[in-house]
């Protein structure tokens, strides 16, 4: 007797095929991001980050720019800029108000900014109000050129900055360890 091998069919070849081509189309649909225009039910809907803000200064005298720019929320922000036509070789205080109102010029951009509470003091006190941010100095031509890093403000949050108002003093911060 002669040994005749069986005849092979496609089904399962064609069932294997099948299998895979759902397995990697499930994949697939597992691995894409999903999008939803509405926040759905208990869903908190993502929160922009602020990376940078500009201040652009233009008064009857002074005029200058200052950026402030937080690579993420927790970092510190730097804080730079040039503001032009103050007093030749002078100290400023520099601050951020309460407020973002300019409606009655400084007076109702408010108090120092301060959500905790605390006293008055220079960047570098733990005591101190989040818009303390020290003093800025002219040059002998009264041009202010800085940068410096603080680490309790912030773009982001509740230490936010963004719409606040910044005021630079005619008398430089004085503290008892700069008397």
Request: aromatic fraction near 8%; charged fraction near 15%.
């Amino acid at each position: 007797m002669d040994f005749v091998p069986p005849r092979q069919t496609r089904q399962p070849r064609f069932a294997i095929t099948a299998s895979f081509t759902l397995i990697v189309v499930f994949v697939i649909w597992l691995l894409l991001p999903t999008r939803h225009s509405t926040p759905q039910g208990d869903e908190v809907p993502e929160l922009p980050v602020v990376s940078k803000a500009v201040t652009v200064l233009q008064g009857e005298k002074v005029s200058g720019t200052i950026t402030f720019t937080q690579p993420f929320p927790t970092a510190p922000v730097t804080v730079s800029g040039e503001i032009k036509n103050l007093d030749p070789s002078a100290k400023r205080g520099f601050h951020i108000h309460a407020s973002g109102d300019l409606s009655n010029g400084c007076l109702s951009a408010g108090a120092h900014f301060n959500p905790f509470g605390r006293t008055h003091g220079a960047p570098t006190d733990i005591n101190r109000h989040v818009g303390d941010l020290g003093n800025i100095e002219s040059d002998s031509k009264g041009v202010a050129i800085f940068s410096f890093e603080d680490a309790l403000i912030s773009l982001n949050g509740p230490l936010s900055i963004v719409g606040y108002v910044i005021k630079y003093l005619r008398a430089a911060l004085r503290t008892e360890s700069s008397r």
